[in-house]
């Protein structure tokens, strides 16, 4: 992953958490793997770009990606991971971010960095918030590595499939699932989950309270308050607006 993938993939972030026709961002590897971390070579170009006077390259090159982590951990769409092979450094980092993750069994991750003379930087806060600290302190502390079962059995991993064919349809089957979900209160709950601004439990539940009370009486341009219309369509045994305009699955790369 180089710095232009990192520019490329924040600028197809932006454009799906603002598009209300987007409902899931999906990550997957093209190939083989998943990602296999930071590109060294682009390392050595942040270098040169050191020593001819560019004080911060360091700092840009590694400061971007955990921007885009920050970007897609806060998207108010579901953001679905569908591993495969390598998922080193970075794309462990991008795995961690996810809200849903399919993994084959022949998923290797790992944690790299120390013993390539890095720390881990950006991509440390998301793993112990996915994994917890003591996890965490073996694998970044120890450059630990493990598969597919493994990644299940400490939570990184939602899904454990046999192969990518059984991972794709188990995407499809998420993707299927997730069209019963009302957008609008999808991105609430997820922010509410994550709760970004770290505000105090009281805080929380006051905003939580407030949200709760705009999906019965907040609507846009198209469709009556979600909270009205799913209660509605429940009552009257049909599907809510939002599943029957729902856009077709495409699994498009961006």
Excluded at 57 to 73: D, T, V
Excluded at 184 to 192: F, P, R
Aim: a negative charge; hydrophobic letters at 45%; one cysteine or more.
């Amino acid at each position: 992953m180089n710095l232009a993938m990192v520019e490329e993939l924040i600028q197809a972030l932006t454009l799906a958490n603002d598009s209300e026709k987007v409902r899931a961002i999906v990550f997957q590897g093209e190939g083989e793997n998943f990602c296999a971390g930071g590109d060294i070579k682009d390392m050595a170009q942040a270098q040169k770009r050191h020593q001819q006077g560019e004080a911060d390259a360091y700092y840009h090159f590694n400061r971007r990606f955990g921007q885009l982590l920050s970007l897609a951990e806060q998207s108010p769409k579901v953001v679905i991971a569908l591993v495969d092979g390598y998922a080193l450094g970075g794309g462990f980092g991008l795995v961690c971010v996810c809200d849903y993750v399919i993994a084959t069994k022949s998923a290797y991750f790992a944690l790299p960095e120390t013993s390539l003379g890095l720390p881990p930087a950006q991509i440390a806060p998301f793993v112990v918030k996915r994994l917890g600290l003591t996890t965490t302190r073996e694998l970044a502390l120890l450059a630990g590595a493990f598969k597919g079962e493994k990644a299940y059995a400490i939570n990184l991993v939602n899904t454990l499939t046999e192969d990518q064919e059984q991972a794709r349809l188990d995407l499809d089957d998420k993707l299927k699932q997730l069209k019963r979900c009302a957008p609008g209160a999808t991105a609430i709950t997820k922010s509410l989950l994550l709760n970004p601004d770290n505000l105090p439990q009281e805080a929380l539940l006051d905003l939580a309270a407030q949200q709760f009370s705009g999906q019965f009486t907040k609507a846009n341009a198209e469709a009556n308050p979600e909270a009205l219309e799913g209660t509605k369509a429940f009552m009257e045994k049909r599907p809510p607006a939002w599943m029957e305009s729902a856009p077709a699955i495409e699994q498009e790369p961006v």
